[in-house]
Nanobody
Framework: QVQLAESGGGLVQAGGSLRLSCAASARTFKSDAVGWFRQAPGKDREFVAAIRWSGTSTYYADSVKGRFTISRDNAKNTVSLQMNSLSPEDTAVYYC???????????????WGQGTQVTVSS
């Protein structure tokens, strides 16, 4: 069982930045990839970004490409999401998830954190 804990959410003005972190209790072959998803009120949970513990490739949704950066620290079992140039449309609960592959679909991930709220004011 892998446990994930997000941190770093909060309230920020449009144009500002936030850095989210996801701490994993363990890394296994079933959790080699970590993804970030987000869910705004009344909307489906959507893919944001993903990375593998064992590789260098990163994956982004078109809506965040060029503004968000995902990175990992294997020594600390932590994956971070640096979010720049935030807009009110980025307001959502952000979740990190772990799975075998860095997919864009929710059902490709086996483990989920509890989420952290990000609110961007205009």
């Amino acid at each position: 069982q892998v446990q994930l804990a997000e941190s770093g959410g909060g309230l920020v003005q449009a144009g500002g930045s936030l850095r989210l972190s996801c701490a994993a209790s363990a890394r296994t072959f079933k959790s080699d990839a970590v993804g970030w998803f987000r869910q705004a009120p009344g909307k489906d949970r959507e893919f944001v970004a993903a990375i593998r513990w064992s590789g260098t490739s990163t994956y982004y949704a078109d809506s965040v490409k060029g503004r968000f950066t995902i990175s990992r620290d294997n020594a600390k079992n932590t994956v971070s999401l640096q979010m720049n140039s935030l807009s009110p449309e980025d307001t959502a609960v952000y979740y990190c998830a772990a799975g075998a592959v860095p997919g864009r679909m929710r059902d490709q991930y086996n483990y989920w954190g509890q989420g952290t709220q990000v609110t961007v004011s205009s």
